[in-house]
């Protein structure tokens, strides 16, 4: 049996805001973007390992469609059927989640769950939407339906007594737009078991007989678009795993709590009122470093879940089937449960640090304490993992310091309190903040100490399933990445969300959004390299500064990329003292396309995405393009003017006016936008430093637009389809003349008969060759017109954008060599050299004066002037009878003017002054 993992907020959603979704979810489909691949549904959603099943796909723009799994085991077919394919998996094929796309004529398309199973699979017949009508379902078994508009779909059971039944059905689980809801029923129609929100339905048997299961979405919405997948077992089933964490690499025991454990005896935690078995197993976390790193699993994780390590742990029935996949992380450390009673600071139980602490918010309002000694000086890292594994919970964390009064009494002052996460750096395409506390703990004198643990919601949602692993460590500073396609530009409001197809036109480039999650104060810069692209695509490399959590990074595909898919992988390398740290970006994912409005809408459905591949299509170029023409590496001083030109490529008559904004760079944002007619071949962008006012370093930025237009896909289809229709036409008209021929020919021969029937049978086959000519010709002429409607000109509303250029900032438009030190006496004169370098076509004159500090008295300079494009001058430094000697540092100082703003660059002086032995009085 496969149980998808889901967050709570998939299932706790109103009618209200699944009402509004309704309306509003076709908002942005309307909305007329470059022709993409967009994949909707594979029907059915999954398949038995080692089986085959045919499965029809819908979506947007499948043209020239292929059907691709990222599981080298699970192939596909196209059927004569249009959008139909024949699925194999292979016997090989681990049970668990995969991703299909479409490859077609306009790219890659975005991934819909594909999941293999280990039991019979069953596809739901229409009909079955009253009890009388309930498609009969063996145990044992997994239904692929679809919800009914309006309408529940009815299932009959055939159970025996004492048979504990699981009725487990994934729908959001699968990318699906289901929120589905559970009723199992006695034949007379009394209610059994209920799931409202979906979930698990657990009942036993209490005789032999059948049972009734009602399942319908949540507010009654269908179509294609709802699917679920319905299992029936009486195989094992896990809650939770305790402790919900290993170290990795080593073999640890942990006690596994569900339903049907082969083996397992009842423990004491009760769920809904269903005792839950337990089973005590040995379990080694994954000890190969990527899988720590990827987060090697196949459930369905959100933007919550995007900075965690962890991995899946499944139960093997008796019977071979595999139970759902329950989500674990990694322990830093041993692993120390909680004891109870621990529930006030007086009942703490004792640890010492570094510690990793595993417990349950099992009962209401359940308080766990634990007490450490601690010395001034020492720092910790707390972070704790319970949301982040889809529970609903809320931790939150209080560090108290324990004092003795002269009675030998202890109270308790509150010193540090942990909270929730609330960044989401991801938008509402990736939401990923979550309600796990993280924060550092510096210990500011010798004393005992006291933490707490609860969870916020605990007083209506305490259950023995919501887990967690209080982390206590030494500083560790880490960082992993998350890559979230941009959509910021396509969308028509900040809080839509707009599904990403990973596929290029040639000439396109495409913007990804780099998540850094930087764990224990990880402060330093980030490079960024791209590896697996197809040819003719390129990936600028980039560095994310050590300030910044949020980062551009660019692909662009060449002007004659050929056609190629590859597998993408974003790696991200940083130093750590000696130690170099490499990381492998997560990919993250939009479901569906959703617009919002001033009314309530649901959560819209992202995940991280199983694999990254990228594809480019040579079949199509993109209609815009324009790209900054600035050689790299490109360098100025601030408040200098620079003029870079941008020129423009259009194709497939697209016409449009465009206005192009600068981006990526808060400094830059408010420059006015470029504008241009269709017409228009190339523009400066003025980027004037005495306005923007960067300061010295490196900045990055780039040009986007949203146009609006027509254009005309297809034309080199069409124009192959006009070509083809011509020669058709050609071959008709030849065929047709040589049946004429050949009948006048044979209706000219009358004897002998051998020679008549000869003439006959040419004849005979001239004409059918002039029908299957006629055939083609018409077959021909109906891709014609096919391709010629489809190459019309249609309106489009679409990003683009320039690729990024770094522009880096000095502090001026010249350099100032540091003069060499200088020694005289009091009274004495020297002359100094002074040089300059020009930079950046800076010709003007430049004034150079000495700063004398007060504990130089008497060391002076008169001001000097350098000459329009001169570098080169001598200062005459000199000293008064009494100037103070000694060693002096001064400051010589270069001034100048750029654009109307003052210019200072400095370069220390050592002077060294002697004191002259006045004679002696006589």
Known sequence: MYRAFSFELCRRVTAQSLLAAALFASALAASAQLPQPKLFTVFPPGAKTGSAVDATVTGAELDEAQLRFNHPGITAKALAAANRFAITVAADVPPGAYEARVLGRFGLSNPRTFVV????????????????TALEVALESTVNGRTDSQAADFYKLTVKKGQRILVDCASR????????????????????ERGRQGGLLDHTAAADGTLILKVHDFVY?????????????????????????????????????????????PSKFTVDGKVLDQLTVDLAAPGDPAARQRLATTLSLN??????????????????????????????????????????????QKISLPANLAGQFATPNDRDWFAFDAKKGDAFWLEVTSHRLGLPTAPHVVIQKATKNEKG??????????????????????????????????????ASYRIGIRDLFGRTVASPRHVYLLTLRKETPDFRLVAVPDSAPAKKAPADVVTSAPSMWRGEALPIKLLVFRRDGFKEDINVTVSGLPAGIIAPSVKIPAASN??????????????????????????????????????????????????????????????FPLAVTDRESAPLTFAMEAKQPLETCVFNKLLIPVNFTRRADFKTDVKLKVTGNKGLEKMAELTGTEKTKSIQLVLNLAEQKLAPGEHTFWLQTRAKGKMRPYMDAAKAAEDAAKAAEKEATEAAAKAKEAKAAAAKVTAPAEAKAAAEKTAKEAEAKAKEAEAKKTAAQSKMKQMTDKSKPRDVDAAFYSLPITLTVTAAPIKLSEPAPQSLSQGGKVEIPVKLSR???????????????????????????????GTEAKLSLETKPDATPGEHKLTLQ??????????????PLVVKVAAVQKPKAK
């Open 117 to 132: 199973g280990t039991l019979a699979e069953v596809v739901e017949k229409s009909g079955n939407n009253t009890p009388e």
């Open 839 to 869: 930079l950046y076509d800076f010709k003007d004159p430049v004034d150079v004066s000495l700063v004398v500090p007060a504990s130089a008295k008497g060391v002076s300079a008169a001001k000097l002037t350098i000459p329009r494009d």
């Open 221 to 265: 919405r269908g179509g294609d678009q709802y699917f679920y997948r319905l299992t029936v077992t009486t195989g094992p089933h896990v809650d939770f795993v305790f402790p919900p964490a290993a170290e990795q690499g080593k073999a640890a025991k942990v006690t596994v709590f569900g339903r049907n454990l082969p083996g397992g005896t």
């Open 303 to 348: 933007g919550a879940s995007a900075s965690l390590d962890g991995f899946e742990y499944r139960v093997k029935g008796a019977n071979g089937a595999l139970s759902n996949p329950s989500l674990l992380t990694f322990a830093n450390g041993p692993v120390t449960a909680e004891a109870e009673p621990n529930n006030s600071p007086d009942k703490a």
């Open 894 to 907: 270069a001034a100048l003017k750029l654009n109307g703003q003052d210019i200072k660059v400095d370069q």
């Open 550 to 611: 949020v980062f551009s990074l660019f692909l662009a595909a060449k002007d004659d990329a050929p056609a190629g898919l590859g597998e993408v992988k974003i790696t991200g390398t940083a130093k750590l003292g000696d130690a170099q740290l490499v990381r492998e970006a997560r990919l993250s994912t939009v479901n569906w396309d959703q617009a919002t409005d001033n009314n309530t809408t649901e959560a819209p459905q992202t995940r991280l995405a199983r694999s």
């Open 409 to 446: 009494e202890e109270t308790f002052a509150d010193v540090l309190e942990f909270a929730e996460s609330v960044v989401n750096a991801g938008g509402p395409e990736f939401n990923t903040a979550h309600r796990d506390p993280v924060g550092r703990f510096d210990v500011k004198e010798d």
């Open 173 to 192: 689980e699968l990318d699906s737009r289901a929120a589905d809801a559970l009723l199992l029923l006695s034949p007379d129609g009394r209610e059994l």
